[in-house]
Structure formats: structure tokens, C-alpha cells
């Protein structure tokens, strides 16, 4: 299957979920976690741990807003994904950080990114993260759809894989 039919394929199951034949907004029912492969917060090493963290920072920015439950469920899985390694000061000179390179725009991040995520569990992991994100607040947008089929191209990640990690945020 070649890279054009992956995305429409990809494409068609993100439009089935949303029910609504277009790539727009879908009010998700009760959330729960997307499944993830295993991300050890003892075996990330610290470029690593920064990158996952600036990939859920790109998610929760996709749609041009900062949720309350959002930020609930950011603050959250940075301290859940580091262990508690991240935090206080830390924490704000890294989204500082983040932030200044966000004005790069999203393409050249990802662009960054991905090659930090070249094993494909922790692309998955990333991609996983991103979705988990997205879905916080209990609606998929339009912007944050577009995102996570980025996100997964980018990464190298078939679309039967994303479009699974988001019927598992909608379940």
C-alpha cells in the first residue's frame, strides 16, 4: 500500500470516527487513555523524555487553545512520564524552551523530532501521547485531526495504527 493510500485509508477511518463525513470535531463519549506501548520513565534518556514532552506541548496547541482540562491532563503526563524529573523550574525552562521552538513552526518541529523517535515502539509511544492529548478535553477538532495524521506520517506510522489509538481515546 503506497503512501497516498495510507493516507486516504487513514483519512476515511479518522472521517468514520467522527461521524460526521467530514474531517471536523467529534465530542468524544467517556475518555479513557489510549493504549501505549510501555514508556519507562526510568529508561528515558533526557532528549528523549524533552521530545515526547514537546510532541504532547505541539498536541495540546493544535487547536489554538489551552483547555483547563488540557492543561490537567499535560501537567499530568509530564509528571507521570518523567518520573517526576520535570517539574518546578525545570519544568518552566523547559516549556519555555519548547515554546521559542514552537515558533518554528509545527512541520520543522516534527521535522526535529522524528529523529529522536526512530525506534517505531517509541514513535507509536509519541504518537499515543499526541492523541492522549487531543482527546483531554473530550473533543477531537478539526486542527488537532490534521495534527495526529501529521504526527503519524512524520513518524512513519501506518495509518491503521493512528486511526487505532484514536478509536481507543474514543471508546
Known amino acids: 500500500m503506497g503512501d497516498d493510500s495510507l493516507r486516504v485509508s487513514f483519512r476515511q477511518r479518522l472521517l468514520r470516527q467522527s461521524g460526521s463525513g467530514r474531517l471536523g470535531s467529534a465530542t468524544l463519549p467517556a475518555m479513557?487513555?489510549?493504549?501505549?506501548?510501555?514508556?519507562?520513565?526510568k529508561k528515558l534518556d533526557e532528549p528523549t523524555l524533552e521530545a515526547l514532552i514537546e510532541m504532547m506541548f505541539l498536541a495540546v496547541n493544535a487547536d489554538g487553545e489551552f483547555s483547563d482540562a488540557e492543561r490537567v491532563a499535560f501537567a499530568g503526563q509530564v509528571a507521570e512520564l518523567s518520573g517526576g524529573r520535570v517539574a518546578g523550574e525545570r519544568f518552566r525552562t523547559l516549556a519555555a524552551r519548547i515554546e521559542k521552538d514552537a515558533t518554528q513552526g509545527r512541520t520543522a518541529r516534527l521535522e526535529v523530532l522524528k529523529k529522536i523517535f526512530t525506534d517505531p515502539t517509541l514513535a507509536v509511544g509519541a504518537l499515543?501521547?499526541?492523541v492522549r492529548m487531543v482527546a483531554a478535553d473530550g473533543i477531537i477538532r478539526t486542527a488537532e485531526r490534521e495534527l495526529i495524521l501529521e504526527v503519524a506520517e512524520g513518524l512513519g506510522i501506518e495509518g491503521d495504527v493512528a486511526a487505532d489509538l484514536v478509536a481507543?481515546?474514543?471508546v
Open 32 to 41: 479513557t487513555a489510549p493504549k501505549l506501548p510501555a514508556l519507562d520513565p
Open 168 to 170: 481507543h481515546a474514543a
Open 128 to 130: 499515543g501521547l499526541v
